[in-house]
């Protein structure tokens, strides 16, 4: 029998992956020998010192550019520069998700199967929420720099399993609305089992063709063989069918609106920043690395889905009433931006796309931040109406929802016209003209609905239950901190995450 | 008088770029001051930000001489370098003029504010900020020579006149227009942005002098100058956009001065007129300029002369000017280029002046309304005087800016080749209606009114002297032609056409333009005395769809599209989601498979006819899954469909794939019967409209997979692991290649995924159980009902508890007969597994089809009677059985999970090859036995209440 060889580790380069791997399994043993009442005391300070330790790790293995384990991680520029987008949106998620200020015992439930509705429910309601979250959460985030890491076909699929269950699960914890939120953990699970199955499927078919999973490998066979063979296409749309799903594009985005609606307001930032990211980090790798070489015969279907993405996205916003939808909806559309600037197909491009995922996490998670504290008796008041007037009751938070909208809608100083620019004018300068023409108008119909939010909160009358905005804990607070200086931060002196994005743009392999 | 070739980068002598630098930098360090002094200093904290105006003024006077002379300057600063996104900045003739005005009449502004704001406590450092702000916003817009600066100070000044407008908001329909104010000069934004970009793309820079010196063409400068064109008139209330600056005229009245009619709206007139000189000739662009910009004269004019609100009077009265100036400034001739830059600064002067008249009249008297004014004059005479001035300068006559802007104005029309006649009428006719308006203003502010209460108050000197250093400004430059003539003509130079040597002049001697300012002036005059009659002349014209109207109806229908949009595609059903995805992975990659590539192999319909009838029974099968409306049906059906596949793979030639599956698909009916038993019975039948959509993506959705395979399968090759396997099988142990794999070769494999299956079982009883924390599982000497008296059998013990109505005793009499041969078989599956089909995985789930049996037959509580242990110990057996046997042949043979084979004679029975291998396999069946032990132990245990309304019964009756 041969020996078997263990392939060398650069245990140095993955070792921020670990370190939030390895607070998600001390979490799990937390759980399990902790006593009821310091578990929360014990995982929060846990889990965010896992991701700093992780984040000062991502600092100090900067200049890496390292194939490892085999050749199925490459710590290279883009994997360094998407995980640090990730820790460092995934400490903001965090702190949101530890809140308990703002609602007493958290936004999650106690205990996700006790029957909705229930009397054992009800008892339940005012216990502290399931401190599972926060193993779910380091498991889901490190599923998520797995995935940017990825170089072979397996262990981008094993990463997005690790980092898309604990989403399903998270998605179904919310305290309030459990029927929604359990609703929307279900579509979200079968739907993404399904684009799951796409993603294996196109995989196997990859492998067929090229005898190979690792992406160098199949970027020489399909070199060699040209666009026509069969194989290979069918495996690159199966492929693409499962990583479009998770970035929300269209026609795979349906499911977007309902989850981030009927998820906790805190997971359902967190899908928006991190999950976004993520999904982008892989598409990119597949894209330049896997699929650089290949004749772009594939290019319309990509370009048309672009399109869509950014029309839907921003045409479905305008007649939203709910808040978290419009959110949803501008996420797709804003997948429809970053998509623009991966179909540049070059290193500005990637640099574009890596630096508007991080500028649009932080504008996201502020985002949603607000919309956890503007609450009445029944939770959180997510219907638009329930907004109006909000900026004489409490003109801080509208103010800062304000900045965070103008920054959705583009306006100038803000991360949100930096980062549209970086990806328009990558796909400028790649002459995708259409796209960029498009992603103006999009855009242009997409600050309508924002700015609808600006108008009412600050023009209507404060009708006599118009909600108030809660007094966020020290959490919040410090999430909507970082959020609103990143969005205003990466407006004003974009240049050195850039010019970072710029350093970290070319892959290996 | 382009400027020269090559561009230079940095400041004309290095001072132009620090000053500039300075004067900008100081506006925001000014206005961060005022938020944070306003608190303890009040309304003087305008007379702080009064400051960073005065010094850009200042900064500005000093460059006259070298601007009018023509040395510019320039700045050039990186901001991103990697986006190419720099800070470039041009002072010239245009540049300087709009800069003196935004910076010096600010400055002014703001001083009046500090009077004006004297008496209000809240909000005083969020105006003075953002007024602070919005000036050097205005003056950055000004110099901006890159088209993205432009565009992001173009931006600012937008959303710094929302924060000013937001402020005050009384009436609903007030504020409302205060929103749509927003919403049009962003969304028009967004369309100069689009045209900006197209520009600087097809010409390559994005520098705007640049472009102006080596203009592009073609087709996309067109749609680029439409873009820019819908981006200048919505900034600057043409129409079709004008109601919005009515609407902003809810802003405190400094605000509606400086914003509303001095600086703000000037950008879209700064901007046709920065490219006019370049892209006057370009096709749409003079017909759209005039036709625009005379008709929103007209209308203004109109519209202005039927307001009674002096402030709203004022405003229509701005929108009728900046029609004036559209087309002046758009005309790209050089007369018509100096008329507009005179005009220009004669309207900031003479505008601002009126709003702050109107700003102290409406401190002193209460109200703005012209009906309950009287008397103004003798109180406040000073300000009668002042706006008399700014008045007279607006009705262009004599000796003030106005009238030379005017008069220019009519000249440049009157030029010979210029052939736009009905320019002319409508100018002239557009002047009458500004002096029939001007008139009205004047009269309506401070004319008696026989009846109407004196109310004004004596404003104080302070208050009035900024206003009407604005409005004796405005003399002072009619009095000096040639220095007007100096500001205003280095623009008009730039354009290329038209030189016809026109100056500024107080008298230009009798001709064409006197007699039309004459005619202008009697005319208004005579409108104004019959302004009583303008109603009626109103009512009788034909209804024209209002503007607003227009606008709204636009919003309601976008809505109303994006609506019906949503509701048909957003729709909350899990198969319409799933339908869109299979749609489009069926029709995108279908279409390309079937079209292009290689198309699919020839299949082979079959190797013998019983595969295709076993085919057709799949098929019936599948489609009866699909029409059923009973759970329990359409399960027992899909298992049908489950042996049918297995009775494909026997014909096939593999059994112990057809052995696994047969086991499998029992097992999971099984457990399907005993969850369904928890579920209402029926599903709700399809309704009958999305049948057919649906059957369709359903029938294209099965053409692509099976495409896709033939198509696939026509590429395949054996890899070469396969062939070894083949070859190996026999040495490692037997001719059953899939056990040889399981056991031999891919031992380690095996190993991991029966610890996952252990954990899987553990995890899934857990949460199934969860629910139950406080109930724990039922011990046998908590059955109350149990009677000893009955005797018990050994198989079955557990049968005689259960109500009689519920036990079948066929079922328990052949579970009887059966069991004892099933364990059996099973133990046979286990030891034969090398050579034959079978194996520990189909052993363990033959164990648990017994298992099975028996629950059925013997209730729920048999499985609890009979098992001696916990299924959690048979999992951990297993377990410790196979990792086990991977260390002992660690410890043996050095190699970890290494057998050996060993024979042994049974005598009559032959022989039976024994692997060391088989420990592992039971440790595999034992696995399997627990995991099937524990789901139907958890399954059956309770019945699981499964809506609120049962588990609320089950509580009740708990208690």
């Known amino acids: ?509 | 008088m382009p400027a020269p070739a090559p561009l230079p980068t940095t400041g004309w002598s290095g001072r132009g770029e620090l000053g500039v630098a300075v004067v900008l930098g100081l506006h925001v360090l000014i206005a961060a001051a005022c938020a944070v002094t306003a608190r303890y200093w009040g309304s003087r904290v305008f007379a702080l930000g009064a400051l960073a105006p005065a010094v850009g003024f200042g900064w500005l006077l000093t460059t006259i001489p070298d601007v009018l002379t023509g040395r510019e300057r320039y700045a050039l600063w990186q901001w991103a370098p990697t986006l190419q996104l720099q800070i470039s900045l041009r002072l010239d003739g245009l540049a300087l003029l709009l800069g003196l005005l935004v910076t010096g009449i600010g400055a002014l502004v703001l001083l009046y504010a500090t009077r004006y704001f004297q008496h209000r406590a809240h909000g005083l450092g969020r105006i003075a900020a953002v007024l602070v702000l919005f000036a050097g916003s205005m003056l950055a817009l000004v110099l901006a020579d890159n088209v993205l600066a432009l565009y992001v100070a173009w931006e600012l000044t937008t959303v710094c006149s929302f924060l000013l407008i937001g402020d005050d908001g009384q009436q609903r329909e007030e504020r409302r227009a205060a929103g749509r104010a927003l919403l049009v000069t962003t969304g028009a934004g967004f369309a100069l942005l689009l045209g900006l970009l197209l520009l600087a793309e097809v010409a390559g820079t994005y520098r705007i002098a640049r472009i102006l010196d080596d203009p592009p063409d073609g087709g996309w400068v067109t749609v680029a100058v439409i873009l820019i064109l819908i981006g200048a008139a919505a900034k600057s209330a043409q129409i079709p956009f004008q109601p919005w600056l009515p609407a902003a005229m809810v802003a405190p009245t400094p605000i509606s001065a400086y914003l509303h009619a001095a600086a703000m709206v000037k950008a879209g007139v700064y901007l046709v007129a920065r490219l006019a000189p370049a892209f006057a000739e370009v096709m749409p662009w003079r017909p759209v300029v005039l036709t625009v910009g005379v008709a929103t004269m007209l209308l203004g004019g109109w519209r202005a002369l039927t307001q009674t609100d002096l402030k709203r009077l004022l405003a229509f009265g701005t929108i009728a000017q900046l029609g004036f100036l559209l087309a002046l400034m758009g005309a790209g001739t050089q007369t018509a280029a100096l008329a507009g830059a005179t005009m220009l600064l004669a309207h900031a002067l003479f505008k601002a002046t009126l709003f702050l008249t109107v700003g102290i009249i409406d401190h002193g008297a209460g109200t703005r309304d012209l009906r309950q004014l009287s008397g103004v004059a003798r109180r406040a005479p000073l300000l009668a005087v002042t706006a008399a001035l700014a008045c007279v300068s607006m009705a262009g006559l004599p000796p003030t800016v106005g009238y030379l802007g005017k008069e220019a104005a009519f000249q440049a029309f009157l030029e010979p080749g210029t052939g736009h006649r009905w320019v002319l009428i409508g100018l002239v006719t557009g002047s009458t209606l500004t002096i029939a308006y001007t008139l009205r203003f004047w009269w309506g502010a401070f004319g008696n009114r026989p009846g109407v209460p004196v109310r004004m108050e004596r404003p104080p000197v302070s208050f009035v002297a900024p206003v009407a250093l604005i409005a004796a400004t405005g003399v002072a430059l009619g009095l000096a032609p040639a220095a007007t003539d100096a500001l205003t003509a280095r623009h008009a130079y730039t354009h290329p056409h038209g030189e016809t040597g026109y100056h500024l002049e107080l008298w230009h001697g009798l001709g064409a333009p006197l007699y039309l300012a004459l005619l202008t002036l009697v005319a208004g005059a005579v409108i104004h005395l019959l302004r009583d009659q303008i109603p009626t002349w109103r009512a009788r014209l034909p209804s024209v769809p209002r503007a607003t109207r227009i606008q709204d109806s636009l919003a309601v229908a976008v809505m109303v599209g994006a609506r019906a949009v949503t509701t048909r595609t957003q729709v909350g059903s899990l198969p319409t989601y799933l339908m869109v995805i299979l749609t489009v992975v069926a029709v995108g990659p279908g279409l390309t498979l079937v079209l292009g590539g290689e198309g699919p192999i020839e299949p082979r319909l079959w190797d013998s006819p019983p595969q295709a009838i076993l085919a057709i029974g799949v098929t019936i099968t599948v489609a009866g899954v699909v029409m059923v409306h009973r759970r329990l049906i359409a399960v027992l059906l899909l298992s049908a469909v489950g042996y049918l596949v297995a009775g494909l793979f026997v014909l096939h030639g593999a059994p112990d794939l057809a052995l696994v599956q047969v086991l499998v698909e029992t097992l999971t009916l099984l457990v399907f019967v005993l969850v369904l038993r928890r579920m209402p019975p029926g599903v709700r039948p399809t309704a009958p409209s999305l049948w057919a959509p649906r059957a369709v993506v359903a029938v294209l959705a099965g053409l692509f997979v099976t495409i896709a395979t033939l198509t696939v399968s026509a590429n395949h090759a054996p890899s070469p692991a396969t062939q070894d396997y083949l070859r190996l099988a026999p040495e490692a142990g037997g001719p059953n290649v899939v056990n040889v794999i399981v056991t031999e070769f891919r031992a380690l494999d095996t190993l991991g995924e029966i610890t996952v299956l252990a954990i899987a079982a553990t995890g899934v009883a857990s949460l199934i159980l969860v629910s139950h924390r406080t109930g724990g599982v039922p011990r046998r000497e908590t059955i109350a009902w149990r009677s000893d008296n009955i005797p018990r059998t050994r198989l079955l013990p557990a049968a005689h508890q259960q109500a009689p109505g519920r036990r079948t005793l066929l079922l328990e009499a052949i579970t009887r007969v059966i069991h004892p041969s099933m364990l059996v078989v099973a133990s046979y599956l286990l030891l034969v597994g090398l050579h034959r089909p079978g194996g520990g995985f189909a052993a363990g789930l033959v164990v648990g089809l017994g298992m099975v049996l028996r629950r059925l037959a013997g209730g729920s509580r048999e499985l609890w009677e009979i098992t001696p242990v916990p299924p959690g110990v048979l999992l951990g057996t297993g377990l410790f059985l196979t990792a086990g046997y991977g260390l002992a042949g660690l410890l043996w043979t050095g190699d970890p999970l290494s057998g050996a084979v060993y024979t042994v004679d049974l005598g009559p029975l032959g022989h039976l090859e024994l692997a060391t291998s088989l420990i592992f396999e039971a440790g595999i069946a034992v696995i399997v036995t627990g995991l099937v032990l524990d789901i139907l132990r958890t399954l059956g245990a309770y019945d699981v209440p499964t809506s609120p309304a049962e588990a609320v019964n089950a509580e009740r009756s708990a208690r």
């Open chain 1, 1 to 509: 029998m041969e020996e078997l060889h263990l392939p060398p580790i650069d245990y140095a380069a993955i070792a921020p992956l670990l370190l939030v791997f390895g607070a998600g399994c001390v979490g799990v043993l937390v759980e399990a020998f902790v006593p009821r009442a310091w578990r929360y005391r014990v995982q929060v300070p846990l889990l965010l010192a896992g991701l700093v330790a992780a984040l000062i790790a991502l600092i100090s293995v900067a200049d890496k550019r390292v194939s490892t384990a085999g050749g199925a991680l490459a710590i290279d520029g883009p994997a360094l520069f998407l995980q640090g987008g990730l820790v460092a949106l995934g400490i903001v998620s965090v702190l949101l998700i530890a809140e308990r200020r703002v609602e007493r015992g958290g936004a999650f439930v106690a205990q996700a199967s006790v029957v909705a509705g229930t009397d054992s429910d009800r008892r339940q309601s005012s216990q502290p929420g399931a401190t599972e979250v926060y193993p779910l959460t380091a498991f889901a985030l490190g599923g998520m720099m797995l995935f940017c890491a990825a170089n072979d076909l397996v262990t981008m699929f094993v990463a997005l399993e690790v980092f898309s269950l604990p989403l399903y699960l998270l998605c179904a914890l919310a305290r309030r609305r459990r029927l929604l939120s359990q609703e929307a953990s279900v579509k979200y699970f079968l739907l993404g089992a399904f684009s799951s199955a796409f993603f294996l499927y196109g995989v196997a078919l990859l492998y067929g063709f090229a005898g190979t999973m690792s992406f160098t490998g199949l970027r020489e066979a399909a070199a060699e063989a040209g666009s026509e063979d069969t194989l290979l296409f069918l495996g690159i749309a199966m492929l693409s069918v499962g990583l479009l799903f998770k970035a929300a594009m269209v026609p795979f985005h349906v499911w977007t609106p309902d989850v981030y609606q009927g998820a906790p307001t805190p997971v359902t930032g967190m899908m928006a920043a991190c999950t976004k990211l993520a999904a982008f980090g892989g598409i990119l790798r597949v894209f330049t690395v896997g699929f650089a070489d290949i004749n772009l015969d594939w290019e319309p279907i990509l370009i048309a889905v672009a399109i869509a993405t950014m029309l839907v996205g921003a045409v479905m916003a305008v007649t939203q009433t709910d808040i978290k939808r419009l959110l949803a909806y501008s996420s797709i559309a804003n997948a429809g931006y970053v998509f623009t600037g991966v179909l540049a197909l070059s290193e500005e491009g990637v640099a574009g796309t890596m630096f508007y995922l991080v500028a649009y996490g932080f504008t996201v998670l502020a985002a949603f931040a607000v919309v956890t504290l503007v609450r009445d008796a029944d939770g959180e008041a997510t219907h638009l109406s329930r907004w109006a007037g909000l900026g004489r009751r409490s003109p801080l938070f509208a103010g800062l929802f304000t900045v965070l909208m103008l920054a959705f809608a583009g306006i100038p100083l803000t991360s949100g016209f930096t980062s549209k620019f970086a990806v328009f004018s990558a796909a400028l300068g790649a002459d995708q003209v259409t796209l960029v023409i498009v992603g103006l108008i999009s855009s242009a119909v997409l600050a309508f609905p924002y700015l609808r939010v600006v108008v009412l909160m600050y023009l209507s009358e404060p009708a006599e239950d118009t909600p108030t905005v809660s007094l966020p804990g020290v959490f919040t607070s410090l999430a909507l901190v970082i959020g609103l200086v990143a969005t205003i931060g990466l407006g004003v002196v974009p240049g050195p995450v850039l010019e970072l994005a710029e350093q970290a743009s070319s892959f290996i392999g």
